[in-house]
């Protein structure tokens, strides 16, 4: 379980980077 847990949080930290950059490129 905690395994799963430790996956899903990098997954979701690495959609939230994506967001971001998506937002700084729309931005240009």
Request: hydrophobic share 55%.
């Amino acid at each position: 379980m905690q395994c799963i847990l430790c996956f899903y949080s990098i997954v979701s930290l690495y959609f939230f980077y994506n967001i971001l950059c998506w937002r700084h490129a729309i931005k240009i």
